[in-house]
């Protein structure tokens, strides 16, 4: 190939090769890793599971304490429930020693901020500690209260932007939802199969609220 020609071919090549960059980047902002707690239903299974859950008024908050809801269990080692919830829902997480992670890159799905810091992140409690107090965890043994607040087995615990979660509080999701609409359907699933797998209740303008989100589906 003559010089000239080779030098045709290769400024026809460059626009096109910028193009494809900026398509796979593009696509990587707008579809990021996001945090996936296990086990969310079907959306079928969510509202077969909230219509099973008892309807009943919220108790007293009276007693509570997040003391008793031992958390930040020890899973393994040094690596202790936040650390392994930080694990799973970032990606290339680098950990020290004592497992707490250094670096790394987190989505927060409740409002779709990207995160480089862990300690810009809080461990959300799907089912607040308090809403479960309320709603029957307050008869429960120490020992069952630890395993709610540490379940990494279902979709209880999950990474988000740190004032997100304070905003949310103890809040049920007739007072509070993600404020990303596009979120609702899985928030929904996620509280339902909560609620269903701890045999909580739910009081009327809280399933109300969910139905409706889960309509979104």
């Known amino acids: 190939m003559s010089t000239v020609n080779k030098s045709r071919f290769t400024s026809l090549r460059?626009?096109?090769?910028?193009?494809?960059?900026?398509g796979a980047l593009a696509v990587g902002l707008v579809t990021p890793a996001q945090a996936t707690p296990p086990n969310i239903p079907s959306t079928a299974t969510a509202l077969s599971e909230l219509a099973a859950l008892r309807v009943a008024g919220e108790?007293?908050?009276?007693?509570?304490?997040?003391?008793?809801?031992?958390?930040?269990?020890?899973?393994?080692?040094?690596?202790?429930?936040?650390?392994?919830?930080?694990?799973?829902?970032?990606?290339?997480?680098?950990?020290?020693?004592?497992?707490?992670?250094t670096s790394g890159r987190w989505y927060s799905p409740y409002d779709g901020a990207t995160w480089t810091q862990a300690s810009d992140l809080d461990i959300d409690?799907?089912?607040?500690?308090a809403e479960a107090w309320r709603s029957g965890a307050s008869s429960w043994t120490t020992s069952r209260r630890e395993s709610f607040a540490n379940d990494l087995a279902g979709p209880q615990l999950i990474a988000v932007t740190d004032n997100v979660n304070q905003a949310k509080g103890d809040q049920d999701p007739a007072l509070w939802k993600p404020p990303l609409t596009s979120?609702?359907?899985?928030?929904?699933?996620?509280?339902?199969?909560?609620?269903?797998?701890?045999g909580l209740t739910v009081n009327s303008a809280e399933k109300t609220a969910l139905q409706s989100m889960l309509g979104r589906c």
């Open 183 to 198: 979120y609702w359907c899985t928030y929904a699933k996620m509280w339902t199969r909560s609620k269903y797998k701890w």
């Open 59 to 101: 108790g007293s908050t009276s007693g509570y304490s997040r003391d008793l809801f031992p958390h930040w269990s020890t899973v393994s080692g040094a690596c202790n429930t936040r650390e392994a919830v930080l694990k799973r829902d970032g990606t290339n997480v680098v950990t020290d020693s004592s497992c707490a992670a």
């Open 125 to 129: 409690h799907v089912v607040p500690l």
């Open 14 to 22: 460059l626009p096109a090769l910028s193009l494809l960059l900026a």
